[in-house]
């Protein structure tokens, strides 16, 4: 480990007294993160589910160097430029109906205060200020933000630590049936009875639509969307949809509001946008809540610095278009197909809980916590990088991978699952 970064540079969710090893990188191409010891590594992450396309795509990286010999950055107040349009106008013809106002942000946790602040303002300027909470699911994750956090799971989030500064919300019990099964009625019951007692209060819904993410990785059934919005509808309640881990293809459907077909009255994107390469998220919403907040000449109170960066605008165009010109649906589905049968052999090992297979995310719930060092350690050496956190082994490689990756990385997270029955 780099002596410097040991001491002085601080990586995510990590003690500075005693850090997690971290692995110095010299370059990476196509699926393969190269390491500054010579090691090769195949991404099992997409760098965090964002480098849908791998890395040092040419494409990308042509739309990178060509939009740096016009214009980096310029703020967006008062200006506006053509990667902006470009990507506004693809969002819009891509994203479910209605969705028609974009506004661009830096980062994902962004997008969702953005979400968040469209719904407080929709009711405050349409005279009901007492709708001003949120309702979500436990077990979901919307980012690290504020406002985020309080949207977080209240257990494996940050609720304790930052109690009494972070709001309060209304939690509904997690969805417990599954992606490929009819609806409990349990799950129905629950959420209604939240929002029956309380949507005077609330302003929005907000959900990880099918796929809860770093919560916990849980895959739940497309009927709870489907009711989720009819009773939002019925209780005069916005729904958000979180799709920043989900969106562009990642669950086999290009947004996963389309597994229940389903429009949500906002959306949030991020992650996959840029292929991985520069920040950028956006928040879409719709005609009813676009008019709400502007009524009386009521504005959006947001405006980060980088909003609309055109640097990322230019490389998020050509990323969506790779996207499309990719066929990017065959590709999720052999991921599919070949994670349901590569890592279904792994339910009966002792340390195997539960494994989870849905478009190109893999998952491998152990019954215990994981030791990250050690399995991230048998990961490297076994010429794969996979990021294991909580009791959670998982893959989401990069569309672009080939059979024969995919299978090391497969039989990798075997290794890894042996080792922990032998520790």
Same mark, same amino acid.
């Given at each position: 480990?780099? @002596? *410097? ?6 990586? $995510?969710? +990590?003690? #500075?007294? !005693? ?6 990188? &010299? ?117 690290? @933000? *504020? ?6 799971? $209240?257990? +494996?989030? #940050?609720? !304790? ?6 709001? &309060? ?255």
């Amino acid at each position: 480990m780099n @002596t *410097f970064d040991k001491n002085h540079l601080w990586h $995510p969710y +990590t003690s #500075m007294q !005693n850090p997690l090893p971290v692995y110095e990188i &010299e370059d990476a191409h196509g699926v393969y993160i190269h390491l500054k010891d010579g090691r090769r590594l195949i991404d099992g992450m997409s760098s965090w589910w964002a480098a849908i396309h791998g890395y040092n795509h040419p494409d990308l990286n042509a739309a990178a160097k060509d939009q740096l010999d016009k214009v980096a950055h310029v703020m967006f107040g008062g200006l506006t430029h053509k990667p902006a349009i470009t990507l506004g106008k693809k969002l819009v013809s891509l994203t479910p109906s209605s969705l028609d106002y974009v506004y661009f942000s830096d980062s994902g946790s962004v997008s969702v205060e953005v979400a968040i602040k469209m719904a407080v303002q929709f009711w405050q300027n349409t005279g009901k200020p007492s709708k001003n909470r949120l309702l979500t699911i436990r077990g979901g994750y919307h980012g690290d @933000t *504020f406002a985020a956090m309080s949207v977080c799971d $209240p257990v +494996t989030g #940050m609720h !304790n630590l930052f109690k009494g500064v972070v709001s &309060e919300q209304y939690f509904a019990p997690k969805p417990l049936t599954r992606f490929d099964e009819p609806l409990a009625i349990e799950d129905k019951n629950s959420l209604e009875a939240i929002l029956k007692k309380h949507h005077k209060n609330i302003a929005a819904m907000i959900l990880e639509p099918i796929v809860q993410g770093a919560g916990g990785m849980w895959f739940y059934s497309s009927e709870y969307l489907s009711v989720a919005r009819k009773l939002c509808d019925e209780y005069d309640v916005l729904l958000i949809a979180d799709e920043i881990a989900t969106g562009f293809g990642r669950t086999g459907k290009l947004f996963a509001c389309e597994h229940a077909d389903i429009t949500p009255d906002i959306l949030c994107v991020g992650k996959a946008l840029t292929g991985g390469y520069v920040s950028l998220a956006a928040t879409l919403t719709n005609e009813r809540v676009m008019s709400g907040i502007s009524l009386n000449g009521g504005v959006l109170m947001h405006g980060p610095t980088f909003m609309a960066n055109p640097l990322a605008c230019a490389i998020a165009s050509a990323n969506l278009e790779l996207l499309i010109n990719n066929k990017w649906q065959n590709c999720v589905s052999k991921i599919e197909k070949q994670l349901q049968a590569e890592l279904s052999v792994y339910i009966n090992l002792p340390a195997v809980a539960d494994v989870r297979v849905l478009g190109a995310i893999g998952v491998v719930e152990t019954k215990s916590v994981v030791d990250v060092a050690i399995l991230q350690k048998c990961f490297v050496d076994s010429g794969v990088w996979i990021r294991p956190f909580g009791k959670l082994v998982y893959l989401m490689p990069p569309y672009i991978i080939q059979a024969e990756e995919l299978n090391r990385l497969t039989s990798a997270l075997g290794k890894g699952l042996e080792a922990l029955n032998n520790s």
